[in-house]
């Protein structure tokens, strides 16, 4: 049982780590935000990351996504992973990366599962092997070990205790691009501060099985340079893939007080690549995904959510995530099912035509 420092309200669903309810997060921001960036703070610098973007005048600029950091000279970048040495960006490029990767057999707990072409057949035959799920074939995972976000509750938070010297070799991971191996899909972490690394390995795996089906897919913050998110884009288009966005919150105060981030660069590239929608129906290219936090992802934040998405477009699929205590957010209880059903129940309200909730099995009774 949390208690709200501010209103003094007690619930279940307020995070003693986190110190306030969501309705106080949103009134009173400007006041609690210096509380919420020293949290953040304390949860980077426990694994010796950046406290904020580097914004040196001098530094070397980085303009992978949305922080543009400006790194001073021996210094690091908010992701960990680009450094300026001697002058120069370096980090992880085409030939390698901090990366992990595993072969997934289809059908698999994808975020866009209910409406993509390994999991549901959309795009046979041009972009899947059956009218139906895929079984028989293979998702090459690939795991991104750097991040642009600092989410409280993420459960891949392990990552950040990598080794970073472990750079590891492109054609190790064209040993696993099997025949089988239908789909790529990038995550992590987040692909974003290693996009350099994935959009060069898409190229050189769709070239190597030309005329075959091999789909490019990615999971991510959505806070990538534009120009970077459209080319990603791009090469799902291209292959019968998707881009699955992670909107996490509607409102900044919510935002940022889960994610330690603005997402004004994310909702800005999602309204772009909703352009994208009506020039491949089937399958989608745009999936919406929001994990419901308990007490901070509440109705007013789908609400939030459901309207922007409605008004760029109803045929947008949304997939509801149920929410698992993890990392440092680990005094929540898990989503609700009368939670996800009102989720649901507001998305359809603004008429959003697929919506779906994942991971059901994590979903309570309780509250």
Same mark, same amino acid.
């Given at each position: 049982?949390?208690?709200?420092?501010?209103?003094?309200?007690?619930?279940?669903?307020? +995070?003693?780590?986190?110190?306030?309810?969501?309705?106080?997060?949103?009134?009173?921001?400007q006041?609690?935000?210096p509380?919420?960036?020293?949290?953040?703070?304390?949860?980077?610098?426990?694994? $010796?990351?950046?406290?904020?973007?580097?914004?040196?005048?001098?530094?070397?600029?980085?303009?992978?996504?949305?922080?543009?950091?400006?790194?001073?000279?021996?210094? +690091? &970048?908010?992701?960990?992973?680009?450094?300026?040495?001697?002058?120069?960006?370096?980090?992880?490029?085409?030939?390698?990366?901090?990366?992990?990767?595993?072969?997934?057999?289809?059908?698999?707990n994808?975020?866009?599962?209910?409406?993509c072409?390994? $999991?549901? $057949?959309?795009g046979?035959?041009?972009f899947a092997?059956?009218?139906?799920?895929?079984? &028989?074939?293979?998702?090459?995972?690939?795991?991104?070990?750097?991040?642009?976000?600092?989410?409280?509750?993420?459960?891949?938070?392990?990552f950040?205790?990598? #080794?970073?010297?472990?750079?590891?070799?492109?054609?190790?991971?064209?040993?696993?691009l099997?025949?089988?191996?239908?789909?790529?899909?990038?995550?992590?972490? %987040?692909?974003?501060?290693?996009?350099p690394?994935?959009?060069?390995?898409? #190229?050189?795996?769709?070239?190597?099985?030309? $005329?075959?089906?091999l789909?490019?897919?990615?999971?991510?913050?959505?806070?990538?340079?534009?120009?970077?998110?459209?080319?990603?884009?791009?090469?799902?288009?291209?292959?019968?893939?998707?881009?699955?966005? %992670?909107?996490?919150a509607?409102?900044?105060?919510?935002h940022?007080?889960?994610?330690?981030?603005?997402?004004?660069?994310?909702?800005?590239?999602?309204?772009?690549?909703?352009?994208?929608?009506?020039?491949?129906?089937?399958?989608?290219?745009?999936?919406?995904?929001?994990?419901?936090?308990?007490?901070?992802?509440?109705?007013?934040?789908?609400?939030?959510?459901?309207?922007?998405?409605?008004s760029?477009?109803? %045929?947008?699929?949304? +997939?509801?995530?149920?929410?698992?205590?993890?990392?440092?957010? %680990?005094?929540?209880?898990?989503?609700?099912?009368?939670?996800?059903?009102?989720?649901?129940?507001?998305?359809? #309200?603004?008429?959003? #035509?697929?919506?779906?909730?994942g991971n059901?099995?994590?979903?309570?009774e309780?509250?």
């Amino acid at each position: 049982m949390g208690t709200c420092k501010s209103c003094q309200r007690k619930s279940p669903t307020i +995070s003693q780590k986190i110190g306030f309810c969501a309705s106080c997060l949103r009134d009173f921001w400007q006041e609690i935000k210096p509380e919420l960036e020293k949290i953040h703070r304390h949860t980077r610098r426990a694994f $010796g990351l950046l406290e904020e973007p580097p914004r040196d005048p001098d530094g070397v600029p980085c303009r992978l996504c949305h922080h543009f950091c400006r790194l001073p000279e021996g210094e +690091s &970048g908010y992701c960990g992973v680009w450094q300026n040495r001697r002058g120069r960006l370096e980090g992880p490029g085409p030939s390698a990366a901090y990366v992990s990767w595993y072969l997934d057999p289809l059908p698999t707990n994808c975020v866009a599962d209910f409406v993509c072409a390994g $999991g549901t $057949g959309a795009g046979y035959p041009r972009f899947a092997h059956f009218p139906g799920p895929e079984k &028989g074939f293979a998702n090459l995972a690939v795991f991104y070990e750097a991040c642009n976000f600092n989410c409280l509750y993420c459960q891949n938070w392990h990552f950040k205790l990598r #080794r970073k010297d472990l750079l590891k070799p492109v054609e190790k991971i064209f040993l696993d691009l099997k025949e089988y191996v239908s789909c790529i899909c990038y995550f992590g972490g %987040d692909p974003g501060p290693q996009s350099p690394h994935a959009l060069s390995f898409s #190229r050189k795996a769709l070239k190597k099985r030309r $005329g075959e089906i091999l789909r490019i897919c990615w999971e991510t913050n959505g806070a990538e340079n534009t120009p970077i998110i459209c080319e990603m884009m791009r090469l799902s288009m291209a292959s019968g893939g998707c881009l699955k966005v %992670d909107l996490k919150a509607f409102s900044l105060p919510i935002h940022f007080t889960l994610c330690g981030v603005s997402n004004e660069m994310t909702l800005k590239n999602f309204k772009m690549l909703a352009s994208f929608v009506e020039k491949r129906p089937v399958p989608p290219p745009l999936v919406a995904s929001t994990l419901l936090v308990p007490g901070y992802v509440d109705e007013e934040e789908i609400e939030g959510l459901a309207k922007f998405i409605a008004s760029l477009s109803k %045929d947008i699929p949304w +997939s509801f995530l149920a929410f698992y205590p993890a990392f440092y957010l %680990d005094d929540l209880p898990t989503t609700s099912r009368r939670h996800a059903e009102m989720a649901i129940s507001i998305a359809k #309200r603004y008429g959003i #035509r697929r919506v779906h909730i994942g991971n059901r099995h994590l979903l309570s009774e309780a509250y």
